[in-house]
């Protein structure tokens, strides 16, 4: 084999070669049927899966860290997914029965959100419908089991996510078998979360509107927000709980499980783009936020009561879904400054390890002994765009008489 093609280690979005999934469709050689091996002989092709779904399973790969200000960087991808490949380089013979799976067995990662919310290197729609229709191409034959994408995650900001063109993308792939999808909407994903708006859905008309796969056995939706706003995302997701359900293209409705939400607090950075954002921080853990994140499985109905509750809920899944005004109150922080520039901590001296609280009193401190062109009040922000404005009229005046 072509050493490029088979390295033994590989980035799961690296399975995809110019937007493909690699595949070597000649050799050299002819194959040996290794008649010999108790692997082809003696085991069967469920048995040998279940061989291949521990020999790749994807994993994070921590000695390539994502930048620990991003919003992408958080606990299941602090790195890279990669995958081991370094079995398909054993003999032909096992590359012809499972040159496929490092692919199918990765956790397929979709991000409907901005370039500052992804990965510079992610997967794209595209690339993923290439990959399966290759897959089906050369393998028509082969049981669709064995074709089905174990995991699939989706990060998406709610304004893509409510209008529902997007995920239907996705969910619409021909020949795309997932059987777990895991929805997650991040803290940075949720509708004014820069002003500490209360969390709010406007509406959940994508929750009915977009048809997921009929191999689909299990969907996770994800709510995050910071710690001090678990009011706000339990109550969310108790609304979800008692008025959300998916229906898969065979017209299963997908319920939710019986044990309802669980839920996680976990620690990242208070700063990304370029600004801290000191509202959120606790003077103990300065340049880190804590991060509470629900979840919630929906499994197929089994039931005649599950049927009657999806009957009952089909008018509620049309509206938005938001907090009570008491819950909101009482986890909203109204503060004069939410976040600070890189610009007004490196002129105030403030560390990365100086605390939230320090931070706030030094930048305003150094504002007012010092005349900073950054922080000029609101009017003078606009008188100053106001001349920026008349300036650039004059330059196409200028251009247009030149022209």
Known sequence: MDQQETAGFTEAADVLKD???????????????????????????????????????????????????????????????????????TCQAIYNDCWFMPWTLARQTFFLAGAPRRPEKSTSTEQVARTVQLIEQLHPDVPERRKEIANVQVFAQLCELECGGPLSDVLDISYFRPKNITITVRHTDIWDWERDAPIAMFTST???????????????????????????????????????????????????????????????????????????????????????????????AKSDDDEDRVARDQQAMREGVDVPKEIARRSTLRTDRAFLTERQMELAGVTADTPASVALDMVPLYDELNEDPYTLSEQEYWSDQDSMSEGEDLLEEEEGENS
């Open 206 to 300: 994508w929750v009915w509107s977009c048809k997921f796969p009929s191999t689909v056995t299990n969907i996770c939706f994800q709510l995050e927000s910071l710690e001090r706003k678990k009011e706000q995302v339990d109550n969310i997701m108790q609304q979800i709980q008692t008025g959300w359900y998916f229906t898969r293209a065979d017209h299963v409705h997908m319920v939710p499980v019986a044990i309802g939400p669980t839920s996680k607090v976990w620690v990242g950075s208070s700063s990304w783009e370029g600004e801290r954002w000191v509202r959120d921080e606790d003077d103990a853990e300065p340049g880190k936020i804590r991060y509470y994140i629900a979840s919630l499985c929906f499994t197929p």
């Open 19 to 89: 937007g493909d999934l690699r595949h070597i469709s000649s050799f050299t050689k002819s194959t040996h049927p290794q008649t010999q091996s108790p692997l082809f002989s003696r085991l069967p092709a469920e048995i040998r899966d279940e061989i291949y779904s521990y020999t790749f399973a994807d994993y994070e790969d921590l000695d390539n860290l994502y930048d620990f200000d991003t919003c992408y960087r958080r606990p299941g991808y602090f790195g890279p997914r990669k995958t081991h490949t370094a079995l398909l380089q």
